[in-house]
């Protein structure tokens, strides 16, 4: 079959993540597909023709076959996190010597002097551009344009660097977050990343196609990523650090409301299969999510009905907010206008697709209903709002089965929906955004290290099945660090946290495999490490659901390796 280097970007074509198909080439015969990328062996991303005017449909294609969009996770810290007093411990010698850390974000400024040695060579490893069409490719991927290390020294040493490595960060995120991570030490202006000896490979992701943007309501100017191109790029990194035979640590500071909020989404379940790998740890931002009000959840008792207030604010334009029910759920919705105009209740059914339209309000709402959601077996409905008129409106959420059952209601990520929009009777807890609620990779919520106080909005758990998340907290709040060539300043948010806990990770990992201590040292061995050394308040239960198990302590962690063993 045709590579897919133009599918990939046009909008012309979906893209639809599949898992666990035996045989793709069967399969993409048959069902008509123009050409699939391989994420791994069952999981695939298939490209199909799109009509101009046709849109999204979870009827045809199923809920977990649409990717999800991510967005950023943000709004003195070393020593905090016992990064300096493993410094004076001069017989440990670590700075992250001989590991690669691996950003998926808005790229990097490859000429900040942060990542440039003394010698005036690169510490960047690799940078895969998904946003560059006119390159050559990884190997085995069929899209973006990687540049090499020696491509880097190339262009540093250029008057016209851009003519010889394009790739820039616009953003600022991914530049940021890098250099928390792995940034030299400046002594001037008092700034060191927690693993300055790193080799850094970096992602910049591409933007996400415009036909998703329409169906999630993504507002103009707002950065947004496709799933898929997220496995792609741990894919990539995972394969990199195969190459160059160096242990991996990865930071994801991107997150989504999108899903059941139990690890069961494509990318969750594949970053839960790589992070079983030796050698390699995930570290996952849990989200800023827990005070914004875009979590309601109830009981209702079997027969009977209870109303969800959702106030909808002036500037809206399309919203998409999820039901979930752990199986066996049997609930239906009416949804009331703020006129008070009642869409009488669509009965639930196995897989139903309906659209509501108002008599006295513009407001078109699509309501896709699904008993048995593929992949996690939970009912899920699926409420599009278009044109939503600014007032309180109610959904209005019916038992039709025999036993008393819960819900879980989730709008979209804050930033991804105006401020102006959320439940007015919100539930803070789980607020974890996926990834944050993926099993094995770590999980960092966030703290005020000066104050030592959780941060406000940081999102918290558990998971919808209980499961401990966030593992710990780390610094996210007033974070000093670079937002330009030799300028600093201070970001919020989980994506610091999930950057600290990577730099953490990687210092681990020299001191596991490259000290020859735990050679087989993997994320959950990370995690436990972190989660022993936790600092933890003598006046508060642990775990729970703001603090997971802890502010982290790298310094303390030893500490507990040395008095049980490791």
Known sequence: MAECRDEIYSNDYFDNVIDFIPDIEAYVEQQRVVCY????????????????????????????????????????????????????????????????????????????????????????????????RDGVPPDGIQYGSLYTTEDINAA??????????????????????????????????????????????????KDSKPYLREYFGIPDGVI????????????????????????LSICIGLGTTSGNHDGDSPLSRYLDFIATYSRVCISCAAGNEAN????????????????????????ETTFVTELWARAPGNFSVSVISPSGEVAGK??????????????????????????????????LIVLRFVNPVEGVWRIRIFNDGDLTKNYNMWL??????????????????????????????????????????????????????????????APGVNVYGPIGRNQFGTKTGSSIAAAFTAGLAALLLQWGIGYGNSTTINTSDIKTILIRGANRNQTITYPNREWGYGSVDLFSSFESLRTTGN
């Open 346 to 379: 669509i009965p639930a059914k196995l897989n139903v697709s309906s659209v509501i339209r108002y008599v006295l309000e513009p407001t078109v709402i699509s309501v896709d209903y699904r008993s048995i959601e593929l992949g996690s077996g939970d009912e």
């Open 156 to 205: 540093i040493q250029s008057s016209e660097p851009l003519s010889v490595v394009p790739s820039q960060d616009t953003d600022g995120h991914g530049t940021y977050l890098a250099g928390i991570m792995a940034g030299n030490e400046d002594i001037a202006n008092d700034f060191s990343g927690v693993a300055p000896l790193a080799q850094l490979a970096v992602v910049k992701l």
């Open 224 to 247: 947004a990523y496709q799933e898929n191109d997220i496995m792609q790029a741990v894919r990539f990194l995972v394969d990199y650090a195969n190459q160059t035979n160096k242990p």
């Open 292 to 315: 914004v009000g875009n979590h309601n959840s109830g009981t209702v008792e079997e027969g009977q009905s209870t109303d969800v207030e959702l106030k909808v604010g002036k500037n």
């Open 412 to 473: 979209p990520i804050n930033g991804f929906i105006s401020a102006d929009t959320y439940f007015l009777q919100p539930d803070p807890f789980i607020t974890l955004v996926e990834t944050g609620t993926t099993r094995r990779p770590i999980a960092a919520g966030t703290y005020n290290h000066t104050s030592n106080t959780l941060y406000l909005n940081s999102s918290r758990g558990y998971t919808v099945s209980n499961l401990v998340k966030p593992d710990i907290v």
């Open 37 to 132: 990328q391989t994420i791994r062996e069952g999981i695939y991303v298939l490209h199909r023709q799109r009509a101009a005017s046709m849109e999204i449909s979870i009827d045809l294609y199923g809920y977990r076959r649409i990717p999800k969009l991510y967005g950023l996770m943000d709004t003195s810290a070393l020593e905090s996190t016992g990064v300096l007093k493993i410094r004076r411990q001069s017989f440990l010698d670590l700075l992250g010597q001989d590991i690669v850390i691996g950003l998926i974000d808005t790229g990097i400024d490859y000429l900040n002097p942060l990542f440039i040695n003394q010698d005036g060579t690169s510490r960047i490893g690799a940078i895969w551009d998904q946003s560059i």
